[in-house]
């Protein structure tokens, strides 16, 4: 199992900057890629970006050059970062992030969640 903590979610005005935090614990050594989604209200959740054990890191268009994405893996933890940069009230939703864990011995697919934090810009 693993768990998953996110922080950093406030009230800021547009064109302003936040960092998210989540971290990652329990059983980590599997984790290969770790991502960023958000979820507007009345819409489905939605693709930020993605880092994965490798280093490679992608971002879904709309996010490019704006948000930066970024991990530390440390004994016993995995933090994945969200610099989101320059936001607009488009960006208001609650931001989850995501643990791809795959089993060495099955390949199995095991997708992990956070409990999400609120990102509200006004304009």
């Known amino acids: 199992q693993v768990q998953l903590v996110e922080s950093g979610g406030d009230l800021v005005q547009s064109g302003g900057s936040l960092r998210l935090t989540c971290i990652a614990s329990?059983?980590?050594?599997?984790?290969?890629?770790m991502g960023w989604y958000y979820q507007a209200p009345g819409k489905r959740r939605e693709l930020v970006g993605t880092a994965t054990s490798e280093g490679a890191i992608n971002y879904a268009d709309p996010f490019k050059g704006r948000f930066t994405i970024s991990r530390a893996d440390a004994k016993g933890t995995v933090t994945l970062y969200l610099q989101m940069n320059n936001l607009r009230p488009e960006d208001t939703a609650v931001y989850y992030c995501n643990a791809g864990e795959v089993l060495r011995t099955t390949h199995k697919w095991t997708d992990y969640w956070g409990q999400g934090t609120q990102v509200t810009v006004s304009s």
């Open positions: 329990g059983e980590i050594s599997n984790i290969y890629a």
